[in-house]
């Protein structure tokens, strides 16, 4: 009689899988650096904000923070995606992100200094925005040279746990230290976090981009190009739409302070709990993202998260319960993580690699500019009738768009990570 021996069923995995952080040194070294750096990053947002109202006492000024950031990020997210894909990547990485040490230097030097220069901030504001988007594109085309394809939607899962928990735990680290010990300490502290980032770029290998598929190499790549290239691509261009669709049409963020005080008769604290909601659902959809890696149709999982997304808001606009707004807002939250992490894995896997710093690039814009959008829809349809036909509408919108792009273009839902098609 044979013996036979039966493999234990492998459990169905919940929590983040960290293998790329395990096995991976160059992605552990890039995804720490980051993960400090936008920690430092959210501090110094919330005190050149905190800054500014204190130099001029007028929210307007500080309004236009965000205009300085904006131009910036579209007008080189496309530029920076082309230089990526013509020198050394991880050279660009390396000098962008000394460019933004500098400018943290110099902001921790000029308070030290004694000097309340609006124009320097808002300066300073922009240069930073120039050299994030420099460091972007350059950053995110690495991940699919550093890990193998099977890792990418673990590692995409990480990188939202990055973003995620710098837009919380910066700002809130931001407003104590601040408030302990002044601006200088903020901006000291984020110059300081910035080592990290530059010693993960030190320690990367040569990242030139591989143009063997070009069939000769170019001196420069084209922005031009790299639009042509999306053009033709339909399983790319929908990874784009849909994300607008969630972005401009459902993002009723700039309401909430109306919504705050109109639906549930709150205060300035309950802005603020609505303003993290989304953020802690994204980082709870990171954190319990273990079961993302067995999915393999990308396309679907896109459709349905960005659906999500809709609905939860459509439904938030409909409550009038805080508890109950805040549960729908970070379940919208967690539907984004799901989105991203496919998206991004998608703009990795079926790009190749001579194009995709220009298709980051293109991530940048959309990223940078879908928002803004966003905010300026949901507040003119709220003054032309009122914030819950803005927030209810927008929701609904977003899942009709969704779902007519879906059969715009059917492959979409058939993509599979198996076998990736532009």
Same mark, same amino acid.
């Given at each position: 009689?044979?013996?036979?021996?039966?493999?234990?069923?492998? #459990?169905?995995?919940? /929590?983040?899988?960290?293998?790329?952080?395990?096995?991976?040194?160059?992605?552990?070294?890039?995804?720490?650096?980051?993960? &400090?750096?936008?920690?430092? %990053?959210?501090?110094?947002?919330?005190?050149?904000?905190? %800054?500014?109202?204190?130099?001029?006492?007028?929210?307007?000024? @500080?309004?236009?923070?965000? /205009?300085?950031?904006? &131009?910036?990020?579209?007008? /080189?997210?496309?530029?920076?995606?082309?230089?990526?894909?013509?020198?050394?990547?991880?050279?660009?990485?390396?000098?962008?992100?000394?460019?933004?040490?500098?400018?943290?230097?110099?902001?921790?030097?000029?308070?030290?200094?004694?000097?309340?220069? @609006?124009?320097? =901030?808002?300066?300073?504001?922009?240069?930073?925005? @120039?050299?994030?988007?420099?460091?972007?594109?350059?950053?995110? !085309?690495?991940?699919?040279?550093?890990?193998?394809?099977?890792?990418?939607?673990?590692?995409?899962?990480?990188?939202?746990?990055?973003?995620?928990?710098?837009?919380?735990?910066?700002?809130?680290?931001?407003?104590?230290?601040?408030? $302990?010990?002044?601006?200088?300490?903020?901006?000291?502290?984020?110059?300081?976090?910035?080592?990290?980032?530059?010693?993960?770029? $030190?320690?990367?290998? !040569?990242?030139?981009?591989?143009?063997?598929?070009?069939?000769?190499?170019?001196?420069?790549?084209? &922005?031009?190009?790299?639009?042509?290239?999306?053009?033709?691509?339909?399983?790319? #261009?929908?990874?784009? /739409?849909?994300?607008?669709?969630?972005?401009?049409?459902?993002?009723?963020?700039? =309401?909430?302070?109306?919504?705050?005080?109109?639906?549930?008769?709150?205060?300035?604290?309950?802005?603020? *709990?609505?303003?993290?909601?989304?953020?802690?659902?994204?980082?709870?959809?990171?954190?319990?993202?273990?079961?993302?890696?067995?999915?393999? +149709?990308?396309?679907?999982?896109?459709?349905?998260?960005?659906?999500? $997304?809709?609905?939860?808001?459509? &439904?938030?606009?409909?409550? #009038?319960?805080?508890?109950?707004?805040?549960?729908?807002?970070?379940?919208?939250?967690?539907?984004?993580?799901?989105? *991203?992490?496919?998206?991004?894995?998608?703009?990795?896997?079926?790009?190749?690699?001579? *194009?995709?710093?220009?298709?980051?690039?293109?991530?940048?814009?959309?990223?940078?500019?879908?928002?803004?959008?966003?905010?300026?829809?949901?507040? !003119?349809?709220?003054?032309?009738?009122?914030?819950? @036909?803005?927030?209810?509408?927008?929701?609904?919108?977003?899942?009709?768009?969704?779902?007519?792009?879906?059969?715009? $273009?059917?492959?979409?839902? +058939?993509?599979?990570?198996?076998?990736?098609?532009?």
């Amino acid at each position: 009689m044979t013996e036979t021996t039966e493999q234990p069923a492998r #459990r169905p995995r919940i /929590f983040a899988d960290l293998t790329p952080l395990r096995a991976y040194p160059d992605y552990r070294r890039l995804w720490f650096g980051n993960t &400090v750096s936008w920690i430092g %990053q959210g501090m110094t947002a919330l005190a050149v904000s905190l %800054q500014v109202y204190d130099i001029t006492g007028s929210a307007f000024s @500080v309004g236009l923070i965000g /205009f300085c950031s904006l &131009v910036p990020l579209v007008v /080189f997210g496309l530029y920076g995606g082309a230089v990526a894909d013509t020198v050394d990547r991880r050279k660009l990485g390396l000098f962008s992100a000394a460019g933004s040490f500098l400018l943290a230097l110099v902001l921790a030097l000029a308070t030290f200094a004694g000097v309340e220069n @609006v124009g320097l =901030l808002y300066a300073i504001v922009a240069l930073q925005a @120039v050299c994030f988007a420099l460091n972007a594109p350059a950053r995110s !085309s690495m991940i699919a040279r550093l890990l193998p394809p099977e890792q990418l939607p673990a590692a995409n899962a990480l990188s939202s746990m990055t973003t995620t928990t710098g837009a919380l735990v910066g700002p809130m680290l931001g407003g104590l230290i601040v408030g $302990w010990w002044g601006y200088r300490a903020a901006y000291t502290v984020d110059a300081v976090t910035f080592t990290a980032s530059l010693y993960a770029m $030190w320690r990367l290998p !040569s990242m030139l981009p591989d143009r063997k598929a070009e069939g000769e190499a170019r001196k420069r790549a084209s &922005v031009t190009d790299g639009l042509r290239f999306l053009g033709t691509r339909p399983n790319l #261009r929908m990874t784009f /739409f849909t994300d607008l669709c969630a972005m401009v049409l459902a993002h009723p963020r700039a =309401l909430f302070p109306v919504v705050a005080v109109v639906w549930y008769g709150g205060d300035a604290r309950t802005t603020g *709990m609505l303003v993290a909601a989304p953020a802690l659902g994204a980082l709870l959809g990171g954190v319990f993202s273990g079961w993302l890696g067995r999915i393999r +149709r990308h396309g679907l999982a896109v459709l349905l998260a960005v659906g999500s $997304w809709g609905a939860a808001i459509a &439904v938030f606009g409909l409550t #009038r319960h805080l508890w109950l707004g805040l549960l729908f807002l970070a379940l919208a939250g967690c539907a984004d993580t799901v989105s *991203m992490v496919f998206r991004n894995t998608m703009l990795q896997a079926a790009v190749p690699d001579e *194009m995709r710093g220009r298709l980051q690039g293109v991530f940048i814009v959309v990223v940078a500019g879908g928002p803004r959008l966003g905010d300026f829809l949901a507040g !003119s349809v709220a003054d032309l009738t009122s914030p819950a @036909v803005a927030v209810v509408g927008g929701g609904a919108a977003c899942v009709v768009a969704v779902g007519l792009l879906a059969l715009k $273009w059917r492959g979409f839902a +058939r993509y599979d990570a198996r076998d990736p098609q532009p």
